[in-house]
């Protein structure tokens, strides 16, 4: 039997024991049949044996509010623009006030509309009143610069990134810092472009380069921004790169080795120890931000190496979660030491990543709930059926969902109290899975064909 499989995503054959060279252990998974990347229209179950119980919570403090990223804003103010995954702080949070909650009887007013012709899920970020967006057309990756207003084309940047179509071409967000404009191609090209003219300043090929390797559906993790430094997952020999932002030179490779995990890295400190957090294939580990050095690791294994949503930090803890019936876990960090605090499935996120406030988790869920956790001990607050795999971000106290299968989005109050629906609509419709953003009083939704912009105000 021949099983379709998804984007970032991913019978019965043989089981192999592999061990990551200095890296986690991979418990036995299942192999797929082939390579290329699809999905299917309901996750692959999880092997029979990465199925796991709960684990009761440690008796340990509960952690405070995730540590900011380095995503920084150096034009205009973050209120005002969404410039790398996740925003500008990396959390999922945008700090914009007194927008429009009406939404049943003044739903958000659509500004402008484009056709994406990646067939895709790589989603926008926004600075400089632009949209930036990469898509895709013949064996071209596309990166498209388009004025937040209009949504007209102000520039396009082409670049040879040939592959088979496999629910789409371009699966990372292009990143904003400082006049420059950083992409990175599912085959791992890594391009710095001139914000203004769209130009090519430097580029630099993760595979061949860096002796990196990329996941089975290829790379999909945008690389962050850390004062001079750009920070990008690999795979391979290493399991990350920092590189000198303004030339593309190898600064440091470390980390753990082997398969790339499909979300970017994180920079926290945890236990006065500034790190890089990483989600790789097989584990999630901690990187000394000046030397790459490998602080501490944990395994955490998925079906087809699948690890896809972005780790959440908070205090001295991390959050994980993957699909394919794996679930979630939070992880103690003391120095070298990871412990585990808690697991379960009542978060299991394919690729998106949930949002962190006041001590709560807020996020999708296969089969297709919308989960309020407490990150202390795992505990659900609510859950919500009807967002199949959407994203979420969070804005004034609401979170904007989005139904992933049939493209509602949905705003809901932020308050474990209760699921507690203040509005929604339906601005593209189709199969969402992208998450939304937020920047300059705007929603930017995008389904597999077309880019939306509307007014939140």
Not at 104 to 114: A, F, R
Not at 116 to 132: H, I, L, N, T
Not at 235 to 242: D, I, Y
Not at 362 to 379: A, H, Q
């Amino acid at each position: 039997m021949r099983l379709r499989r998804t984007l970032i995503v991913w019978g019965s054959a043989m089981v192999l024991v592999v061990l990551t060279a200095g890296g986690c252990p991979k418990p036995p998974s299942t192999v797929p049949p082939d390579t290329g990347q699809t999905a299917p229209a309901s996750p692959a179950p999880a092997a029979a044996n990465q199925q796991v119980a709960a684990i009761s919570p440690a008796p340990q403090t509960e952690p405070t509010q995730a540590a900011p990223t380095t995503r920084e804003v150096s034009t205009g103010e973050a209120s005002r623009d969404w410039p790398a995954f996740r925003g500008a702080r990396g959390d999922g949070i945008s700090p914009l006030k007194g927008i429009n909650k009406n939404w049943n009887s003044k739903p958000p007013k659509v500004l402008w509309q484009i056709r994406m012709s990646d067939r895709g899920y790589a989603g926008p970020s926004v600075a400089e009143g632009k949209v930036f967006i990469l898509d895709h057309t013949g064996d071209q990756d596309i990166v498209r610069a388009l004025d937040l207003e209009t949504g007209k084309d102000l520039w396009t940047h082409q670049y040879k990134q040939p592959s088979k179509y496999d629910h789409g071409y371009s699966h990372a967000t292009p990143v904003y810092y400082d006049g420059r404009l950083y992409t990175l191609g599912r085959l791992g090209t890594l391009n710095c472009l001139d914000v203004r003219s769209g130009s090519k300043l430097w580029s630099v090929d993760l595979a061949s380069d860096l002796k990196g390797k990329h996941p089975t559906w290829g790379y999909a993790g945008p690389p962050i921004i850390d004062g001079e430094k750009l920070v990008v997952g690999t795979g391979g020999t290493a399991g990350l790169a920092a590189l000198d932002r303004k030339t593309g030179k190898v600064l440091w490779t470390g980390g753990v080795g082997g398969l790339a995990g499909y979300g970017p890295p994180v920079k926290a400190t945890i236990s006065g120890k500034a790190q890089y957090v990483v989600f790789g294939g097989s584990c999630v580990y901690g990187v000394d931000v000046a030397s790459g050095k490998t602080l501490w690791q944990t395994p955490w294994s998925t079906s087809y190496d699948v690890n896809a949503s972005t780790p959440v930090v908070a205090g001295n803890s991390v959050f994980i979660t993957s699909g394919y019936g794996t679930g979630c876990e939070l992880v103690k960090v003391s120095g070298a030491q990871a412990e585990v605090a808690w697991r379960n499935k009542d978060i299991q996120s394919h690729f998106n990543s949930p949002v962190y406030l006041d001590g709560y988790l807020y996020g999708t869920s296969d089969p297709g709930n919308l989960v309020c956790m407490s990150i202390k001990d795992g505990r659900v607050a609510w859950k919500q059926s009807g967002f199949e795999k959407g994203g979420v971000a969070a804005v004034d106290g609401t979170i904007v969902a989005v139904d992933g299968k049939g493209g509602d989005v949905v705003m809901v109050s932020a308050s474990p109290s209760g699921y507690k629906e203040l509005g929604r609509f339906k601005p593209l419709g189709g199969q969402s899975w992208s998450p939304p953003v937020i920047a300059e009083g705007k929603l930017l939704i995008r389904n597999t064909t077309a880019l939306a912009c509307l007014d939140l105000k």
